[in-house]
Every structure is written in C-alpha cells, then in structure tokens.
Nanobody
Framework: QVQLVESGGGLVQTGGSLRLSCAAS????????MGWYRQAPGKERELVAT???????NYADSVKGRFTISRDSAKNTLYLEMNSLKPEDTGVYYC?????????WGQGTQVTVSS
C-alpha cells in the first residue's frame, strides 16, 4: 500500500507561483510512474504532468513551459513547480502513483488563482 500526501496549495494571484509537494510512503519512484492531476469545479480530473521511472517527463499542453514536475528520491517527494499561474489553473491537485494494476491517489491540495 502506497500513501501519498500533498501539500503546498493555496491562493495566489494571476502570474504568481506555487510549488506543490507530494510525500510518498516509501522508495517508489524507481517502480511507479508518478503524476500530478487536477480537477476544476464541475469538470473531470485531468492530467497535468507525469514523470516515468526513467525520469522522462510529459506535460499537458495547457501547462507546457509554465509547470515543471520533478522528484527527490532521497526524500521520497514529488514536486510540481507552477509559474505564470492563470485563473484556469484553479482546482484540486492530486498526486498519483501508477504501476499496473496499482493506482494510488493522494487526498488533494487546493490551488486557487485569482484574477
């Protein structure tokens, strides 16, 4: 069983920055694809960014050039650096660990970008 705990959300103005963190319960980065997803009010959960066990990263088109996903294996922590934030980035951000058939989610952290 993998436990994921997100932190770092909050209220920020348009153009501002936030860094989200996701603490994992063990050394899982070499086994699991890690990702950040978000869910805006009234919308489905969507992919923001992923990082494979190899370190290769992937981003949604809407966040390319503004967000950076990274991980610190020594700290068992996944990060999402978010810059140039827009109101449409508002939502609950979830950390995910995936390795078929396992799929784990954190409880989410709220990000609100004011215009």
């Amino acid at each position: 069983q993998v436990q994921l705990v997100e932190s770092g959300g909050g209220l920020v103005q348009t153009g501002g920055s936030l860094r989200l963190s996701c603490a994992a319960s063990g050394s899982i980065f070499r086994l699991y694809t890690m990702g950040w997803y978000r869910q805006a009010p009234g919308k489905e959960r969507e992919l923001v960014a992923t990082i494979l066990t190899t370190g290769r990263t992937n981003y949604a088109d809407s966040v390319k050039g503004r967000f950076t996903i990274s991980r610190d294996s020594a700290k068992n922590t996944l990060y999402l650096e978010m810059n140039s934030l827009k109101p449409e980035d508002t939502g609950v951000y979830y950390c995910n660990a995936y390795r078929s058939p396992d799929n784990y989610w954190g409880q989410g952290t709220q990000v609100t970008v004011s215009s």
